[in-house]
C-alpha cells in the first residue's frame, strides 16, 4: 500500500467523522442520568437489606407497584417510553451535521452550511444589487434555496442570479453536491 | 475529532434505550392484562444484595464510558530525531505560525489549531471562523497557502483538517461591505 492511498483513507476518515456526530454528548447525559437512578436503586436495595428504612421508596413498594401498576406507575412508564425511544432514534440515526466536504488537494476541508449559505447570498447580491438584508439563503444537503426581494419596480432575472451562485457552488464543488434554486418575490419593497 | 468508538456510542444509546422501553412495555402490559406477565417476586436480602452489586457494577462502567470519551488528542505535532538528539514542535506552534499568515485575510475572525492522534499519525486540526458573507473560495486558498508555507517549515507534510466554521463570533462580527 502506498503512502498515498494512506492519505486519502485518513482523510476520508476525517471528513467522514466531521460529517456525523459522534454522539458522545448524548451519551454522557444518558449514562449520567443512568447512573444517577442506579445509584438509588443500589441504595434502596441495600437498605432493604439491611432493614434499615428506605430513602424514598422501599424495593417491595417498587415491585408492587410494577405487579399491579397505578396511574402514577403508568405515567412514570409512559415517561420512560418516550426518553427509551428518543435515544434508540439517537442511535439508530445518521446523526449528520450540517456540513459539506468540499474537495482540496492538500487538505481535508469541511465547512458550515451557514457560511456557505453566507457565501451564496454574497453571489446573489453582488448579481441582483439588492441590499444583503433583503437576500436570504438556506443550505440543506443537496439543495441550496436563494429568496431575494427585490426593491419595487425593478426587475430581477433570476436566470442570471442562479447563474451567478451556481458558479459559486462549481467553484466549491460541495460533496454532496448541491443544486441551486433562486426564488424572486413576486411582492417588492419600496426603497433601495 | 476524537478517538471517541462512535459504533460502540450508538450501542451503549440503543441498549439503555431498549432497556427503557422494555420496562414500560413490562408495566403497560401489567397495566392493560394484554399479556400474561409473571408477578415480580418479593426480593429477598441475597437477591437486593445482588441488584445493589450489579448496579455500582453498571455505574462504574458508565463512568469508564464516559471519562474515554474525547480521546486522542496531542500536544505534540511533530518530533524529529536527528544526530544532535530531537525535538518537537508542538501543535500552538503551528497554530501561530498559520495564525500570522491568516491575519491579513479580512474574512476570517478566528483561527484555532488543535492536533489530533488519528490512525498512529497526527493530524492538525484548523477551525477558522469567518464572517457572515464571506468568500469561502478566498478563505480555502488563503488557508491552502499558509498550510503550504507550514509545510515549508515543518520540511513535512502533516494532515490537516480544515473545518471553515460559523461561529457566534462570526455572527456578531460586522460585516463587511463589497461594492
Redesign the interface.
Known amino acids: 500500500m502506498t503512502s498515498d492511498t494512506n492519505?486519502q483513507r485518513?482523510?476520508r476518515?476525517?471528513?467522514r467523522?466531521?460529517l456525523?456526530r459522534?454522539?458522545?454528548s448524548?451519551?454522557?447525559v444518558?449514562?449520567?442520568l443512568?447512573?444517577l437512578v442506579?445509584?438509588w436503586?443500589?441504595?434502596e436495595?441495600?437498605l432493604?437489606?439491611v432493614n434499615a428504612p428506605a430513602l424514598l421508596l422501599s424495593?417491595?413498594s417498587i415491585?408492587e407497584a410494577?405487579?399491579?401498576?397505578t396511574m402514577l406507575?403508568?405515567a412514570?412508564?409512559?415517561a420512560?417510553?418516550v426518553?427509551?425511544?428518543?435515544?434508540?432514534?439517537?442511535?439508530?440515526t445518521p446523526g449528520r451535521r450540517a456540513r459539506h466536504e468540499?474537495p482540496?488537494a492538500?487538505?481535508?476541508?469541511?465547512?458550515?452550511d451557514?457560511?456557505?449559505a453566507?457565501?451564496l447570498?454574497?453571489a446573489a447580491?453582488?448579481e441582483s444589487r439588492v441590499p444583503?438584508s433583503r437576500v436570504s439563503t438556506v443550505v440543506s444537503r443537496r439543495l441550496s434555496s436563494v429568496t431575494i426581494t427585490p426593491t419595487s419596480g425593478s426587475l430581477l432575472s433570476a436566470p442570471s442570479i442562479t447563474h451567478a451562485v451556481g458558479a459559486?457552488v462549481e467553484?466549491?464543488a460541495p460533496r454532496p453536491a448541491l443544486r441551486v434554486a433562486v426564488a424572486v418575490s413576486e411582492r417588492g419593497v419600496v426603497g433601495s | 475529532?476524537?478517538r471517541?468508538n462512535?459504533p460502540l456510542?450508538?450501542?451503549?444509546?440503543?441498549f439503555?434505550?431498549?432497556?427503557?422501553?422494555?420496562?414500560?412495555?413490562?408495566?403497560?402490559a401489567?397495566?392493560t392484562s394484554f399479556a400474561a406477565l409473571p408477578?415480580?417476586?418479593?426480593?429477598d436480602?441475597t437477591t437486593?444484595?445482588i441488584?445493589?452489586g450489579i448496579?455500582?457494577a453498571?455505574?462504574a462502567l458508565?463512568?469508564v464510558?464516559?471519562v474515554t470519551?474525547?480521546r486522542g488528542r496531542a500536544r505534540t505535532l511533530l518530533t524529529a530525531t536527528d544526530d544532535d538528539g530531537h525535538g518537537s514542535i508542538e501543535a500552538r506552534v503551528a497554530a501561530d505560525l498559520i495564525s500570522d499568515d491568516l491575519a491579513r485575510v479580512t474574512d476570517i475572525v478566528d483561527v484555532t489549531a488543535r492536533a489530533f492522534r488519528?490512525?498512529g499519525?497526527t493530524?492538525l486540526e484548523l477551525v477558522v471562523t469567518?464572517?457572515?458573507?464571506?468568500?469561502?473560495?478566498l478563505v480555502?486558498d488563503s488557508?491552502?497557502r499558509a498550510?503550504?508555507a507550514l509545510d515549508d517549515v515543518l520540511a513535512t507534510?502533516i494532515?490537516?483538517?480544515?473545518?471553515?466554521?460559523?461561529g457566534v463570533r462570526?455572527t456578531l462580527a460586522h460585516?463587511q461591505r463589497?461594492h
Open positions: 492519505s485518513l482523510y476518515r476525517l471528513v467523522r466531521s456525523h459522534s454522539r458522545s448524548a451519551v454522557i444518558a449514562f449520567a443512568g447512573s442506579l445509584a436503586v443500589a441504595t436495595s441495600v432493604a437489606a424495593p417491595a415491585t410494577v405487579n399491579t401498576p406507575t403508568i412514570v412508564a409512559a420512560m417510553a426518553v427509551g425511544v428518543v435515544l434508540v432514534a439517537l442511535a439508530i468540499i482540496d492538500r487538505m481535508a476541508v469541511v465547512i458550515d451557514g457560511v456557505l453566507g457565501a447570498s454574497k447580491i453582488r444583503a459559486v467553484s466549491l | 475529532m476524537t471517541s462512535r456510542n450508538r450501542l451503549g444509546l440503543a439503555v434505550g431498549l432497556l427503557f422501553v422494555a420496562v414500560a412495555a413490562w408495566i403497560g401489567r397495566s408477578d415480580i417476586p418479593a426480593l436480602a437486593l444484595w441488584i445493589a448496579s455500582v453498571a455505574i458508565a463512568i464510558w464516559i470519551r474525547g488519528v490512525r499519525q493530524v469567518t464572517r457572515r458573507a464571506a468568500d469561502v473560495r480555502i488557508v491552502g498550510v503550504a507534510r494532515p490537516v483538517l480544515l473545518h471553515v466554521a460559523s462570526a460585516e463589497v
